[in-house]
């Protein structure tokens, strides 16, 4: 058992039974625990060894360019280059990467994010917003939630600060024209993942599936990316509906010409009205909170679809 000091970095904590969804996640919760245990193990022995004068795991902020931007074993450190409010209570974090480096992310991989709250390690897993293939930076997307951990220490990021990163992670594995049509199952944030996925279809001139996104949100002030998707509409394989579950009685004013609205959640009447009676090869992916993706898996089940036929992030 390593000796504890006051000079070692703070151990991690562990999470609550309760904080594993039960869903087979990859990584678990647990396995990213087990995995900042060994991390935090490797801390300690560098600075006991002071083979790290500054004690950081990642690399200096000038580390050359012989390294890649990510690694799965230990954290690199990434400068916060601009904060942009998406939403009253979501924003935007550019984060910078080497000249000429990218990720190296496949679509729909995330990363892991490590802050301190109190000396006390917070982790969580985000999937970046910019293309896969993007050089010199990338971009978070994160809700800031009033009692969420991760969210005291997301709120204070500041351009010229420097967050801690590893990755990539995730298992999720598409193919040029694997499938005729994509659904995507969206819930707030749960838009990240999508994004990367839309980008790559509607970026591939080769590519012929088309992409229905079906994205939940509150109110229609809440839809996150909405220049984004606003300008993937204009291409022919992409289209949206936006499932609006406390919008006003009254129609907006404010919504967009063209933009389709549909006023309640996500509901085994609008899924049966987008994919039932579908004969075309096709695929859905989910993600959101772990109620809606729940409440997907279930209403999906019920239109007699197998798990082959759907993916959660």
């Known amino acids: 058992?390593?000796?504890?000091?006051?000079?070692?970095?703070?151990?991690?904590?562990?999470?609550?039974?309760?904080?594993?969804?039960?869903?087979g996640c990859v990584p678990c919760v647990f396995d990213i625990y087990d995995e900042e245990m060994r991390i935090?193990?490797?801390?300690?022995l560098r600075l006991q060894h002071k083979d790290n004068e500054h004690g950081n795991v990642s690399d200096s902020e000038d580390?050359?360019?012989?390294?890649?931007?990510?690694?799965?074993?230990?954290?690199?450190?990434v400068e916060v280059i601009s904060v942009?409010?998406?939403?009253?209570?979501?924003?935007?974090?550019?984060?910078?990467l080497p000249r000429g480096k990218s990720l190296g992310l496949s679509t729909g991989?995330?990363?892991i994010i490590r802050g301190y709250l109190d000396s006390t390690p917070v982790t969580r897993q985000y999937t970046p917003i910019s293309s896969v293939e993007v050089k010199g930076y990338f971009d978070l997307l994160i809700k800031i939630y009033p009692k969420g951990q991760?969210?005291?220490?997301?709120?204070?990021?500041?351009?010229?600060?420097y967050v801690d990163i590893r990755g990539p992670f995730g298992t999720f594995s598409y193919k040029r024209n694997q499938c005729q049509t994509l659904y995507l199952l969206a819930a707030g944030t749960g838009i990240a993942p999508m994004s990367q996925v839309i980008q790559a279809v509607v970026g591939d001139e080769d590519e012929e599936t088309r992409v229905r996104l079906i994205y939940a949100c509150r109110t229609y002030s809440d839809i996150l990316m909405k220049d984004e998707l606003d300008a993937w509409s204009s291409f022919w394989n992409f289209s949206v509906i936006y499932a609006l579950s406390q919008e006003s009685d009254e129609p907006s004013r404010c919504y967009r010409y063209g933009d389709q609205?549909?006023?309640?959640?996500?509901?085994?009447?609008?899924l049966d009205s987008e994919l039932g009676n579908r004969k075309e090869n096709f695929l859905v992916l989910i993600c959101g909170t772990k109620t809606f993706e729940a409440d997907m898996i279930d209403h999906l089940k019920t239109l007699g679809l197998s798990e082959d036929k759907f993916f959660r992030f």
């Open 261 to 270: 609205v549909h006023a309640g959640r996500v509901s085994d009447t609008l």
């Open 109 to 111: 991989q995330h990363i």
């Open 84 to 96: 942009t409010m998406e939403t009253k209570d979501s924003a935007r974090y550019r984060m910078r």
């Open 150 to 161: 991760m969210s005291q220490v997301v709120k204070t990021w500041k351009e010229g600060e």
């Open 1 to 23: 058992m390593m000796a504890e000091s006051t000079d070692l970095p703070e151990k991690p904590v562990k999470p609550l039974d309760s904080d594993c969804c039960g869903n």
């Open 63 to 77: 580390s050359g360019n012989e390294e890649p931007a990510l690694s799965k074993d230990k954290y690199r450190r």
């Open 40 to 44: 935090w193990e490797q801390e300690c």
